[in-house]
């Protein structure tokens, strides 16, 4: 089974800081995985699939990248409303889909 | 607009059987799978499993064969995922999402981006 990290497991930053988090897959996945957003109370929320492709409505301070077994994403100037906890998942493997641990991120 | 309503919270004793329904609205019920992923309190995310509405094929993980069974009825549009012989770490929310991917009858891309979640259900597991 695809095992996947995420680092850091807290991210503290300050509004208008550029925001960098990391997911690791234990084996290559190309470029088949997903960011979510996940609000307190909430629904996980589609930021980016495949790797890099940004989903309809979200903003464009989001960004993701890479593929293999790094992937980043990266919110280029972090606003009071991206306060949530983000998780990567990888889609690689047909009959097993895993989620990352999350990572949490709080305002300076 | 695309949606997906799921039924209320349940609360079971430990060895009962939950059934969590997901109704889908505003798009074409059988081109997109339907997963479904839950999460204990305070914890991420876990993936069930998947049902592809057209088919009604299903896919589980090995940790849930044999407890788990997901159906749907076309004519309600709605997706059913029950849970048998619970235990207390089965307390959670439970989501359905859409996959992403839209299934034509001869050719579906590859599965496994979730662009709607319903609103959770919770479950409770209780003696």
């Known amino acids: 089974d695809i095992q996947m990290t995420q680092s850091p497991s807290t991210l503290s930053a300050s509004v208008g800081d550029r925001v960098t988090i990391t997911c690791r897959a234990s084996q290559s996945i190309s470029s088949w995985l997903a960011w979510y957003q996940q609000k307190p109370g909430k629904a996980p929320k589609l930021l980016i699939y495949?790797?890099?492709v940004l989903e309809n409505g979200v903003p464009s301070r989001f960004s993701g990248s890479g593929s293999g077994t790094e992937f980043t994403l990266t919110i280029s100037s972090l606003q009071p409303d991206d306060v949530a906890t983000y998780y990567c998942?990888?889609?690689?493997?047909?009959?097993?889909?895993?989620f990352g641990p999350g990572t949490k991120l709080e305002i300076k | 607009q695309v949606q997906l309503l799921q039924s209320g919270a349940e609360v079971k004793k430990p060895g009962a059987s939950v059934k969590v329904s997901c109704k889908a609205s505003g798009y074409s019920f059988t081109g997109h799978y339907i997963h479904w992923v839950r999460q204990a309190p305070g914890q991420g995310l876990e993936w069930m499993g998947w049902i592809n509405p057209n088919s009604a094929g299903t896919n589980y993980p090995r940790k849930f064969r044999g407890r788990i069974t997901m159906t749907r009825d076309t004519s309600s549009t709605t997706v059913y995922m029950e849970l048998s012989s619970l235990r207390l770490d089965d307390t959670a929310v439970y989501f359905c999402?859409?996959?992403?991917?839209?299934?034509?009858?001869?050719?579906?891309?590859?599965?496994?981006?979730?662009?709607?979640w319903g609103q959770g259900t919770v479950v409770t597991v209780s003696s």
């Open positions: 999402a859409r996959d992403r991917a839209y299934c034509s009858p001869t050719h579906c891309p590859t599965l496994g981006s979730f662009d709607t």
């Open positions: 998942q990888q889609y690689n493997s047909y009959s097993l889909y895993t």
């Open positions: 495949d790797a890099s």
